[in-house]
C-alpha cells in the first residue's frame, strides 16, 4: 500500500472536556523507526491507542497498511504487535508460558509455536530463563519478554509504548539494541513514545515532537536540530568573578548567554565557528583568562524550549500515574 505504513489525517480524541488528541496528522514510511516525543500528559498514549484498535477516535482518521482502524480493527491487529506502557504479563506464569498463551490467541500452535517461542526467547536473550516463573524477573527481563511476546506472530509494525520507562541504563541499552536489531534483521517498521530524549535520538529516523494533544514539529534529529539554528558555546574561567556574560559588548554577537556552574557561561550563537574570535576578543580585553571552551549543536531538550519555551527534562520529574489503565 505505497510508501506509508501508517497514515494518520485530522485525528482528535476528546474525553469529556480534555482534548487529549487535537487534530494531529503525519505518516510513517515502512521499515523507519518513528517516535513521538513529548512530556508525560501529551497525548502520545491517546494516539498508540487509536492506532492499535483500542480507542475510537472523536474524529480524523488512522490507517494501518491502507486498513482503517476503525472500519476493521481485526485485520489491522493481525499486522501488529505492541509492548503497552503498563506491564501485562502474567506473573504467575514462566516466560514461556506467557509467550505460548499469546502465540495461541494469534492462532498458532503445536510445533511452529513451539518453535517461535523459542526463536523469540533466543532474540530478547532469555532462552535460558523459558521456564522461569516472570515473577522473579528483573523490569529489564520483563521488557524484553514484552518485545519477544509482541514478535510472536511475525507483525509487520511493532509499537512500543514508552518502551525504557523505569529502566536502569543497562537494561535501557539491552532494549535499544533489541529494538533496532527488530527493524535491521526483521524489516519491521516501528512507532514508539517516548519522553526520553536522548531514547527518540538514538533510536528514531523520524519524531513528531507532540505537546498538548498538537505535533509541533516534525523532522529526522538533525533537521529538529536545525530549526533551533543556534549552537551552544560553554566557556570556563580561572576566577569565579570573570564568569560574566558581558551581554552589552557582545550584543548582536550571541544570542543570549548565562552563568552555568563551575566558572562557566553558557552562550547561544548562530554559528560558533564564526563568532568565536569575536567573544575572544570581548573577553581578553576584560583580562578573563578563558581555561576550557566547547561548543556543540543544540540538544532535543533544547529543541523542545525552543518550540514551547519549556524545557521537557522538567516534566521528567512528575511521578508516573499511580492508576493502571489496563
Ligand atoms: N481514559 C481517559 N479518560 C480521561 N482522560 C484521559 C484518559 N486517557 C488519557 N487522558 C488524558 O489525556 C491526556 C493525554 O494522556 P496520554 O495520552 O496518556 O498522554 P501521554 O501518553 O503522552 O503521557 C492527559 O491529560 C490524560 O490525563
Ligand atoms: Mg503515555
Redesign the pocket.
Known sequence: MGDYIISVEGLV?R??D?V??DNISFKVRRGEIYG?L????????????ILITLLKPTSGKAFIDGIDVVEEPDKVRKKIGVVF?DPTLDNFLTAYENLYIHGRIYGLSGRELDERIKEALEFVELRQYANKVVRYFSGGMRRRLEIARALLHEPEILFL??PTIGLDPQSRNKVWEYVGSVRREKGVTIFM?T?YMDEAEFLCDRIAV?DH?KIIAEGSPEELKSMVGSDIIIMKFNDSQRAVCLEDSLNGVIRSCRPISGNRIELVVTDAVKVLPKIFEVFERRGAVIDEVSYRRPTLNEVFLYLTGRELRDSLEESP?PTR?W
Open positions: 480524541k474525553f469529556k480534555v487529549a488528541v513521538l513529548g512530556p508525560n500528559g501529551a497525548g502520545k498514549t491517546t494516539t498508540i491507542n506502557q509504548d514508552e513514545t519522553h507532540m494533544g500515574r489503565r
